[in-house]
């Protein structure tokens, strides 16, 4: 276990040698923050890959059309790839997480959660959705499958995360932020469940859910690579 709260000499970065001898110190060690980068280049390359294909979709509805249906572009791969890429990524952010949190059911419980819902990304990429209009085939089925388990477990995990926060003192500020965040997401799949049971804009809805869950990651990835705010004078 990394005692986070101790100043580590890895926990520190020059910032100029010769023209200043100071240096930022950071919330959490290396140890931590290198699993978080990794979250980072998962985000920003799914994200990129969204942009990608979005603007390179042909006839794609954007209200109706689901995410999921961008691996049927011509630049399909590319979602894909990314899709693939962001579920390494937040494996390596559960990672990070689980070396700022201390032995106890909550991080079990918030870990298991969160790397299940990684998992179900690993899937979703690995058995794309089907064609619109085609017969459904077990590819599909499966996509279909690992796409609930991701949402609804990362969901989950949202909420223990913010429990589990309010037991540690770097967490405890940040844990009502957490909250708000948890509490948006679930208000976004009930919007997106109930687009889906009555077919409006459901493509819609599916992005609002989905970038909901996007802006705790960015954040979890900031809280954990955020300098703590002192500079100490070597």
């Not at 910032?15 to 110190?25: A, C, D, F, L, V």
């Amino acid at each position: 276990m990394i005692n986070v709260t101790s100043i580590q000499n890895n926990n520190s970065q020059s910032i100029g040698r010769g023209w200043s001898n100071m240096t930022i110190e950071y919330a959490f060690p290396w140890a931590v923050r290198r699993y978080a980068l990794l979250g980072v280049f998962g985000l920003l390359t799914f994200v990129s890959s969204l942009f990608v294909v979005h603007l390179t979709g042909i006839d794609f509805d954007w209200m109706r059309d689901y995410v999921s249906n961008l691996a049927n572009e011509p630049l399909g791969w590319v979602f894909i790839a990314g899709t693939f890429v962001h579920g390494w990524g937040n494996l390596a952010l559960a990672r990070a997480l689980y070396g700022t949190l201390d032995q106890g059911r909550l991080r079990t419980w918030a870990i298991s959660l969160f790397c299940l819902a990684a998992v179900g990304i690993l899937v979703a990429a690995l058995f794309p959705v089907d064609p619109t209009g085609q017969l459904p085939t077990t590819t599909g089925r499966i996509h279909r499958s690992a796409a609930s388990v991701t949402f609804f477990s990362e969901l989950g995990a949202l909420f223990v995360f913010s429990a589990a926060f309010s037991y540690y003192p770097h967490w405890r500020n940040q844990q009502r932020v957490s909250l708000v965040m948890s509490v948006s997401a679930a208000l976004a799949m009930v919007a997106f469940i109930i687009a889906l049971q009555v077919d409006v804009t459901p493509g819609l809805a599916e992005r609002v859910a989905l970038s909901t869950l996007l802006v705790w990651e960015v954040w979890i990835c900031y809280q954990l690579l955020r300098p703590s705010g002192q500079k100490i004078k070597q």
